[in-house]
């Protein structure tokens, strides 16, 4: 009978740092996804409050105040790991959504002298500081989830990303057509980022040890699971060099990665093309109607819970190890949504119930690919888990951007249902190829790579074979010399040798023997 650990209580630091990591996805995304409504609220002030100044933005400039974000997004993934290893999560996450909030509350006046060209500069800005935010994320997660609770508290972070998107839709609408208008939107994303600023400052930590508020117990029971699978006693990540070489010929690092793209091109597809064909083919209003865009997101977040009980129940009693939980939730994730993208191509305008059913069990399923795949680089290596997700989400977000032009050449009417049945079918091979190769190679142990004195060790072998090498050469050049010297060859001298060893044989012989 194994004793009960001591894992402090019920809801500890850990589970505040979660809720932490949740809340920060939250006003990041608010910040993120509020252009949405700002810029049809800035652009025809009829459909919230009048009263504000309207600009005549046409749809080519909205849509560069959207994608901006991007632009600055994917430039500082890899910068965000780095940062977050160098200095920890604790000031990077600060700094990150600070500077996001102090730049969403000059829109207002910015816009007001620098139209449309300054609101995609601030937007750019506010995505080169919000790149840091999952990467630190991941990292955090990695220094503060005891291995059996990776799942459960990942997934808790993580349900940030469906919460934040209904959010930003349901409060900058209605800010909007309050009596603070559109500009309310940016003044209170402001507002929330800089309280949460607060609530961090004050109540995060980067490690346990190094948290105010943490019990012993708690402290003890993260630091001995988390050190029981891959830190030696007193590393500290910061401290561990990176080891890029390893990480870059990594097959399931790569196969992470690849997964994550796939991921991506499927969801950025559904977030951002399923409107404008239910729009064009189903003749249906999708901007007028708040509902229709905001349940697939509901339903993802409920999705989310089901995951997590479900994973937790099959983990906690034994019945599926990480690895088939895992390989599971994603596959479900991946194919049923592939195969309701192909489904709602073929959806006619007098289906429109069964287009919004499938559109949130798209969105609603896909939530999986969080405990299937999202948080796969804590398992790969708790050390550098903030470098591996900079990596991966610069891939990974560089497909939001290609997607929409992909598109584009391939939809050039937007009521024509076949041309859009290509994007969807093309949308569907990827998510089935990308868990495919998840499945073949994707890994949820541990890599080599990620022990501490993994490089010491690779560069001791290293010294170790180029001495044996040079010792050899030593040997070979002694015994070339010798054969020089004599001016022999090489049969010669093995002749030499062999008498040798017969005199030597004779002379150690008794005279009895000789005799």
């Known amino acids: 009978m194994t004793a009960e650990i001591n894992k402090g209580p019920m809801l500890g630091q850990r589970h505040m740092q979660s809720f932490l990591l949740f809340s920060a996805i939250v006003v990041n995304f608010l910040t993120k996804f509020n252009a949405g409504v700002a810029v049809v609220a800035m652009t025809d002030a009829e459909s919230s409050n009048p009263d504000f100044p309207e600009y005549d933005w046409n749809e080519m400039e909205r849509s560069y105040i959207l994608s901006s974000f991007f632009w600055g997004y994917i430039l500082t993934q890899f910068l965000g790991g780095w940062l977050c290893k160098r200095y920890g999560a604790r000031i990077t996450m600060f700094v990150s959504t600070l500077g996001s909030s102090v730049l969403v509350v000059l829109v207002p006046w910015c816009v007001s002298w620098g139209g449309w060209q300054a609101y995609c500069a601030l937007r750019m800005a506010m995505g080169l500081f919000q790149g840091f935010v999952f990467p630190c994320i991941h990292a955090h997660l990695a220094n503060w989830c005891p291995v059996n609770e990776r799942n459960r508290l990942g997934a808790l972070a993580n349900m940030g990303i469906d919460v934040g998107t209904l959010v930003a839709m349901f409060a900058s609408g209605l800010i909007a057509a309050s009596s603070i208008g559109w500009p309310g939107i940016f003044y209170v994303s402001c507002g929330s980022g800089v309280f949460w600023c607060i609530l961090w400052w004050i109540f995060g930590a980067d490690t346990p040890s190094k948290c105010n508020f943490i019990s012993e117990a708690e402290k003890n029971y993260i630091e001995t699971s988390i050190r029981s699978t891959h830190k030696a006693q007193g590393a500290s990540s910061s401290e561990i060099p990176v080891p890029w070489k390893a990480i870059w010929t990594s097959i399931p690092f790569w196969a992470y990665m690849i997964t994550k793209c796939c991921q991506s091109w499927g969801f950025s597809t559904l977030q951002t093309e399923m409107p404008a064909y239910m729009n064009g083919v189903l003749l249906m209003d999708m901007k007028k109607n708040a509902l229709y865009s905001a349940l697939p997101y509901l339903a993802s977040w409920i999705m989310a819970f089901v995951y997590l009980i479900i994973a937790d129940i099959l983990l906690t009693r034994g019945i599926m190890s990480i690895t088939g939980i895992r390989k599971t939730i994603n596959s479900i994730a991946f194919f049923v949504p592939a195969a309701a993208l192909i489904g709602v191509g073929f959806l006619d305008s007098d289906q429109k119930t069964l287009a919004v059913v499938l559109m949130c069990a798209n969105v609603g399923v896909n939530a999986g690919s969080t405990i299937g795949s999202t948080i796969n680089t804590i398992d790969l290596s708790p050390n550098h888990a903030g470098i591996l997700m900079g990596i991966a989400n610069t891939a990974s977000n ?32 990827v998510f089935v190829v990308g868990d495919l190769i998840y499945l073949a190679f994707g890994q949820m142990v541990s890599q080599p790579w990620d022990a501490p004195d993994f490089l010491d060790n690779q560069r001791s072998s290293k010294l170790q074979e180029e001495g044996n090498s040079k010792a050899l050469e030593s040997k070979q050049s002694e015994k070339l010399e010798e054969a020089n010297l004599s001016g022999k060859s090489e049969e010669e001298q093995q002749n030499d040798k062999l008498q040798e060893v017969k005199l030597k044989d004779i002379n150690s012989e008794t005279p009895s023997e000789k005799l």
């Not at 584009?408 to 969807?424: A, E, I, P, Y």
């Open 398 to 429: 560089v497909i939001p951007i290609i997607t929409p032009i992909l598109v584009g050449l391939m939809v050039k009417d937007s009521h024509d249902r076949q041309q859009w049945q290509t994007v969807f079918i093309i949308s569907a091979v």
